[in-house]
């Protein structure tokens, strides 16, 4: 799990550390082994400054935000032979990934595993491992340490076809949708 370091301000105005740990909304999936996830952090459309000391992650209904909001999501995924695995029981996965990640569970389609759809635009950062992007059309990238990809909205989904976890960070930016 990630380490979150919070800043704020003292009464006086002095800049300083006012959480530090283990984001509150993080999970290790008991449904498919290696796969954890952490919302770090989320910000309203028009976020305000300094911090008021309230944690915002606790209150957050959807993992995918309205327009001009944030999500910061850590995710170390597995490689893919944990779903290939006997032992895999896709509809308790689902089940645990519906309770840990609301609003975005709900956007992976049933008959392409992984595959989904946000109306975000997502900065995602690849810390470890290595991951490969799949887009439309059997189209994939595959992306080393540091690779940051940008994802406009498009149907995607993440393939870890190394034999080690892959961890990224993502920042999902809440968009409209043009027809």
Do not use: K
Request: hydrophobic letters at 35%; glycine letters at 8%; a negative charge.
């Amino acid at each position: 799990m990630p380490r979150r370091i919070v800043t704020g301000q003292t009464a006086d105005g002095r800049a300083v550390v006012v959480q530090d740990g283990q984001p509150p909304r993080s999970h290790d999936l008991t449904h498919t082994p290696g796969f954890t996830s952490s919302l770090v952090w989320a910000t309203p459309a028009l976020p305000a400054v300094p911090f008021d000391d309230t944690d915002p992650t606790p209150a957050v209904t959807s993992y995918v935000p309205e327009p001009g909001a944030t999500r910061v999501i850590h995710l170390v995924i597995p490689p893919d032979t944990v779903y290939a695995s006997p032992a895999h029981d896709p509809a308790a996965a689902l089940d645990e990934r519906l309770r840990t990640s609301p609003g975005l569970a709900e956007l992976f389609e049933p008959d392409h595993p992984g595959m989904h759809t946000t109306d975000t635009v997502d900065y995602g950062v690849l810390l470890h491992g290595e991951i490969v992007l799949e887009l439309d059309d059997g189209n994939e990238v595959t992306l080393a340490p540091g690779d940051i990809v940008v994802q406009n909205g498009t149907r995607h989904a993440w393939r870890n076809r190394s034999g080690s976890p892959a961890s990224l960070l993502f920042v999902l930016i809440g968009a409209r949708r043009n027809s």
